[in-house]
């Protein structure tokens, strides 16, 4: 195994995009207003986020995997025809949930 390899983290990207097409495709995004309910595009990101969640429970995903985690979904949407509002928000909050903090102890504060 290559020491900058990110073959994990690429595969998780795919899984997520795979998931999202299949939930929300990208032509219901691209249709006229008021085909797909802001519900539907809220629950899809959030049970995306889940799956990276998922992932990330044995090996926590450093800086640089989440860096190209986050590359290739943007890539792999966009090839699928996602609008970039949909992509920026979905990689954000992708972002958001693998940067908390999970061990339960309150953050520092200053």
């Known amino acids: ?5 990110f073959d994990t983290e690429w595969s998780l ?8 097409q299949h939930t929300l495709p990208a ?4 249709a006229p207003a008021g085909v797909v309910s802001a519900n539907k595009i809220t629950r899809t990101i959030e049970h995306a ?3 990276a969640l998922q992932a990330q429970q044995g090996k926590r995903i ?10 290739r979904l943007r890539a ?8 970039e509002s949909f992509i920026r928000i979905a ?7 693998l940067s908390r903090r999970r061990t339960g102890a309150p953050a520092k504060t200053q």
Request: proline share 2%; aromatic share 16%.
């Open 27 to 30: 032509a219901l995004l691209t």
């Open 91 to 97: 990689t954000e909050a992708l972002l958001v949930e």
């Open 1 to 5: 195994m290559a020491w900058w390899s």
């Open 49 to 51: 986020c889940a799956l």
């Open 13 to 20: 990207a795919q899984r997520i995009v795979d998931y999202i």
């Open 76 to 83: 792999r949407l966009a090839d699928f025809g996602y609008p």
């Open 62 to 71: 450093g800086y640089l995997g989440k860096v190209a985690l986050l590359y």
